[in-house]
């Protein structure tokens, strides 16, 4: 039979985990505003400024999600990360950026 302290124990976050999770998700947003940045430059190279535009809104949005909703002080707290919301928020602006990109390359090719 586990006492109450065990129990505690066995929920408290040991080591660096929590850290290494929140800078995982920041590198991976990070990877995403570079993309972003690279696909701008792109852009306005061919002049393009719509494409531009959008992929500039895209990496805004994913720094502002990688600074205020993925915060340290969650982690930090122990308090587990919600996996599902940052794993489809990840997905929908690499997907974003894939689009992006596919259509700066269609419009290369074209051109």
Known sequence: MQSRNDENAAMTVYGAAAERT????QRTG??????????FHTAFALGVIPIGVIAVGLG????????????????????PADSWV????????????????????IIVLWS
């Open 22 to 25: 929140e800078l995982a998700w």
């Open 30 to 39: 990070l990877g995403v505003v570079v993309g972003c940045f690279l696909v």
């Open 86 to 105: 940052l794993l489809t928020t990840v997905a929908l602006a690499v997907a974003g950026l894939g689009a992006l990109g596919t259509t700066m390359a």
């Open 60 to 79: 805004l949005l994913v720094a502002w999600l990688s600074v205020f909703v993925v915060p340290s002080s969650r982690f930090s707290r122990g308090e």
